[in-house]
Structures are given as structure tokens and as C-alpha cells.
């Protein structure tokens, strides 16, 4: 039932920014943890990013080491999306990028990429040295 698309990928050069955004329809933003997550070429699946539904005042983030400082996850529920900023882009950061989203409720966080609820298709981020 739950919708999900992910845009704003593409060729960047090192040290470049570039926002990947994921769109969610069907469903309440607010009441689902985020996920973005990457696979580069030949290797597996690596959790890149995690934002929280809502509880208190705060959601709650994760960010790989790989990416800490550089990378910015954030939301907006009245826009139903959810926005990476990539900042000081590097080669290593290639990859297809992933959005996946799950209940609150159901626990799932980063870095797991197991049972996520629903995933989207994928928007490709290519970084040239």
C-alpha cells in the first residue's frame, strides 16, 4: 500500500553535493522510520542513514560512520519526504541509493537492512574522481 520513490540522483564530481529525496505516499510520514541505504557496485547492501518517526519532540538519527559529517538526514511530514543531503561527495559514496520505511512500531533501524516494510526502487548516485 505504502508508496515509495526516490529522486535526485546522478553523475556528481568529488567533492560535490547532491540531495537524494524520498517521497512516501499511502501512508503517514511521521509514523515511519527511514531508511536510505546504498549498494555500490559488487559489494552488499550498506546502511547509510536512519531517521526516526516521531516520539517527544525528537526524531532520532543514525549515520554510517562512512558518512558522519557529511551526510544530513531530515524530514518533513507535511510534505511526506524525506531528504539525504550529501555533502563533500567522495568516489566511495557510488552507489544505488534506496529509501526503505517501516512502522515505528515494527523496530526496524539502520544499520540492519533486513525487514524493512517496503523499500523503493532506487535512485543512482554516481561520484567521479
Known amino acids: 500500500q505504502l508508496r515509495i520513490v526516490e529522486s535526485g540522483g546522478g553523475l556528481v564530481h568529488t567533492g560535490d553535493s547532491l540531495s537524494v529525496s524520498c517521497a512516501v505516499s499511502?501512508?503517514?510520514?511521521?509514523?515511519?522510520?527511514i531508511g536510505w541505504f546504498r549498494q555500490a557496485p559488487g559489494k552488499d547492501r550498506e546502511g547509510v542513514s536512519c531517521?526516526?518517526?516521531?516520539?517527544?519532540?525528537?526524531?532520532?538519527?543514525y549515520y554510517a560512520d562512512s558518512v558522519q559529517g557529511r551526510f544530513t538526514i531530515s524530514r518533513d511530514n507535511a510534505q511526506n519526504t524525506v531528504t539525504l543531503l550529501m555533502n563533500s561527495l567522495k568516489p566511495e559514496d557510488t552507489g544505488v541509493y534506496y529509501c526503505?520505511?517501516?512502522?515505528?512500531?515494527?523496530?526496524?533501524?539502520?544499520?540492519?537492512?533486513?525487514?524493512?516494510?517496503?523499500w523503493g526502487n532506487g535512485t543512482p548516485v554516481t561520484v567521479s574522481s
Open positions: 499511502g501512508g503517514s510520514l511521521d509514523t515511519l522510520n
Open positions: 526503505a520505511a517501516a512502522p515505528v512500531a515494527h523496530g526496524i533501524w539502520c544499520p540492519s537492512s533486513y525487514a524493512w516494510d517496503y
Open positions: 531517521i526516526g518517526g516521531r516520539d517527544d519532540t525528537i526524531y532520532t538519527t
